[in-house]
T-cell receptor, first 115, second 111 residues
Framework: DAGVTQSPTHLIKTRGQQVTLRCSPK?????VSWYQQALGQGPQFIFQ???????QRGNFPDRFSGHQFPNYSSELNVNALLLGDSALYLC??????????????FGPGTRLTVT | AQSVTQLDSQVPVFEEAPVELRCNYS??????LFWYVQYPNQGLQLLLK??????LVKGINGFEAEFNKSQTSFHLRKPSVHISDTAEYFC?????????FGKGTRLHILP
């Protein structure tokens, strides 16, 4: 059973560019959450998707947007990249209902470097 | 308001010695608590979780934690650490379906 997968592993972009990160949830999970982990910090919640809609959002600007597909996979898009967007981006999945919904399974992350 | 506080940013400990990593949570939040480990240049791995039931929770790699409601704490312990335990450890809480993380504690194993 594959866990949460993310692509690409690493990415280098230039300021002002746009980037798309991808995530496939763990089998049986329908909810996907995205987190940003800056160097030396704990992960920060960006947003959460289920039923193909954004359901919750953390304190991130509109430059950060996302999408969820019918197969529950998800994309994170960041426009007009800033140097401060350099971070490890983590995707997490969980089932929507049931006791297991309180736990989120994390992928290996995508390391984004903005130059 | 901060939901999770990790009291130590770094903890040095000798190999084979016991270790305790401290975590306190805000009493206003739901008590679904987690400890994650992050090895250098890797993602997050769940060590253990408290959702309900016994307050002593056993996890992987010999770690355990105790949920203490009166002290609003969820400290992580291991009786004997190994060099391979060198990593960043994050205490976290599920709050409104979001995982809120502490700032992390770096465990440094001394030879």
């Amino acid at each position: 059973d594959a866990g949460v997968t993310q692509s690409p592993t690493h990415l280098i972009k230039t300021r002002g560019q746009q980037v798309t990160l991808r995530c496939s949830p763990k089998s049986g999970h329908d909810t996907v959450s995205w987190y940003q982990q800056a160097l030396g910090q704990g992960p920060q919640f960006i947003f959460q998707y289920y039923e193909e809609e954004e359901r919750q959002r953390g304190n991130f600007p509109d430059r950060f947007s996302g999408h969820q597909f019918p197969n529950y996979s998800s994309e994170l898009n960041v426009n007009a990249l800033l140097l401060g967007d350099s971070a490890l981006y983590l995707c997490a999945s969980s089932p929507r209902f049931g006791f297991s919904s309180y736990e989120q399974y994390f992928g290996p992350g995508t390391r984004l470097t903005v130059t | 308001a901060q939901s999770v506080t990790q009291l130590d940013s770094q903890v040095p400990v000798f190999e084979e010695a016991p270790v305790e990593l401290r975590c306190n949570y805000s009493s206003s939040v739901s008590v679904y608590l987690f400890w994650y480990v992050q090895y250098p240049n890797q993602g997050l791995q769940l060590l253990l979780k408290y959702l309900s039931g016994s307050t002593l929770v056993k996890g992987i790699n010999g770690f355990e934690a105790e949920f203490n409601k009166s002290q609003t704490s969820f400290h992580l312990r291991k009786p004997s650490v190994h060099i391979s335990d060198t990593a960043e450890y994050f205490c976290a809480v599920n709050r409104d379906d979001k995982i809120i993380f502490g700032k992390g504690t770096r465990l440094h194993i001394l030879p």
